[in-house]
T-cell receptor, first 109, second 115 residues
Framework: RKEVEQDPGPFNVPEGATVAFNCTYS??????FFWYRQDCRKEPKLLMS???SGNEDGRFTAQLNRASQYISLLIRDSKLSDSATYLC??????????FGRGTQLTVWP | DAGVIQSPRHEVTEMGQEVTLRCKPI?????LFWYRQTMMRGLELLIY????????DSGMPEDRFSAKMPNASFSTLKIQPSEPRDSAVYFC?????????????FGPGTRLTVL
């Protein structure tokens, strides 16, 4: 079983829509959680960290449920520029990250 | 500021040939990671170094793969001999334990095609 499981999508939504991505992780000892973003044919980049209390960064809201080992990302008021692949990432030991396979999002005008 | 630098950006080679991928991490970063990304398997960690010392190479697929970090500003990933199933995008990433170890900065990747 993979460390991090994500729905690969694709998600195709119109501009202005709200879209949510989920992922689950298998190691209950996981320490840190993140969402990375990867544009087509580019490298992954950190989008935001995910905290147990939930956190928001503009139109993006991330939530963590440790009991269910579940992480979510909500994007409100989607923009064309949000089109990308979103990678759910978990850190279990210092320095090592486990990446989900990513959820592809396309926002259309 | 220069980010992580990788070379070459694209490599096309024939089966059986040796391939060497190069990486220059961000200056001052003390962790360096090599990843491989394919459609089928996603992003996989191959090996990572801390202060130039390999810490975990359990992701290296087999003996054909080797990685070195002779100094803090340079690392190589070598495949010898290469096989078509090695075709993938290889990313190098670096991070700095003192700030946020878990924020890894990725290079642009090397797109490898083995014919």
């Amino acid at each position: 079983r993979k460390e991090v499981e994500q729905d690969p999508g694709p998600f195709n939504v119109p501009e202005g829509a709200t879209v949510a991505f989920n992922c689950t992780y298998s190691n209950s000892a996981s320490q840190s959680f993140f969402w990375y973003r990867q544009d087509c044919r580019k490298e992954p980049k950190l989008l935001m960290s995910v905290y147990s209390s939930g956190n928001e960064d503009g139109r993006f809201t991330a939530q963590l449920n440790r009991a269910s080992q579940y992480i979510s990302l909500l994007i409100r008021d989607s923009k064309l520029s949000d089109s990308a692949t979103y990678l759910c990432v978990v850190s279990s030991t210092l320095g090592r990250l486990y990446f989900g396979r990513g959820t592809q999002l396309t926002v259309w005008p | 500021d220069a980010g992580v630098i990788q070379s070459p950006r694209h490599e096309v080679t024939e089966m059986g040939q040796e391939v060497t991928l190069r990486c220059k991490p961000i200056s001052g970063h003390d962790y360096l990671f090599w990843y491989r990304q394919t459609m089928m398997r996603g992003l996989e960690l191959l090996i990572y170094f801390n202060n130039n010392v390999p810490i975990d190479d359990s992701g290296m697929p087999e003996d054909r793969f080797s990685a070195k970090m002779p100094n803090a500003s340079f690392s190589t990933l070598k495949i010898q001999p290469s096989e078509p199933r090695d075709s993938a995008v290889y990313f190098c990433a670096s991070s700095w334990a003192r700030t946020n170890l878990n924020e890894q900065f990725f290079g642009p990747g090397t797109r490898l095609t083995v014919l």
